[in-house]
C-alpha cells in the first residue's frame, strides 16, 4: 500500500472549476485499486501553525501499489478533464508515503 498525500492551491474565483474537475475524477479512484481516505477543507484556525501560504484542499489517498497510482494518472477518462484542473489549480504539493 502506497500513500499520497497532496496539498492543492486554487487560483483564486476558480474554485467552482477545481470542484467540477473534482466530481468528475475522484470516482474513478476505485477503479484503480485506491481510496480517497482524506479530503480535507481546512480553514485558517485549523492550522497550528504555518510559514508558507495554506492550501484550499489536503488529500491523502491510498493506491494499492505505485503502478496502480500511474494508471490512474493516465486514465484517458480522467485526462479528458484534466484543463479544468490546469485552468484552477495554482501548483500542488505531492507527498509519497507508506504506513509505518
Known amino acids: 500500500?502506497?500513500?499520497?498525500?497532496?496539498?492543492i492551491f486554487i487560483k483564486p474565483g476558480r474554485e467552482?472549476?477545481?470542484?467540477?474537475?473534482?466530481?468528475k475524477v475522484l470516482p474513478l479512484l476505485k477503479s484503480h485499486n485506491a481510496e480517497l481516505v482524506y479530503r480535507i477543507r481546512p480553514n485558517e484556525k485549523a492550522f497550528v501553525e504555518a510559514s508558507a501560504e495554506l492550501?484550499?484542499?489536503i488529500h491523502l489517498v491510498s493506491f494499492g501499489?505505485?503502478?496502480?497510482?500511474?494508471?490512474?494518472?493516465?486514465?484517458?477518462?480522467r485526462l479528458a478533464f484534466i484543463e479544468m484542473k490546469?485552468?484552477?489549480?495554482?501548483?500542488?504539493?505531492?507527498?509519497?508515503g507508506v504506513a509505518l
Open 65 to 77: 501499489s505505485k503502478d496502480d497510482f500511474k494508471a490512474y494518472a493516465a486514465n484517458p477518462k
Open 16 to 23: 467552482q472549476e477545481f470542484h467540477a474537475f473534482e466530481e
Open 86 to 96: 490546469n485552468n484552477s489549480v495554482e501548483k500542488m504539493i505531492l507527498i509519497e
Open 55 to 57: 492550501p484550499y484542499e
Open 1 to 7: 500500500m502506497i500513500y499520497y498525500t497532496q496539498l
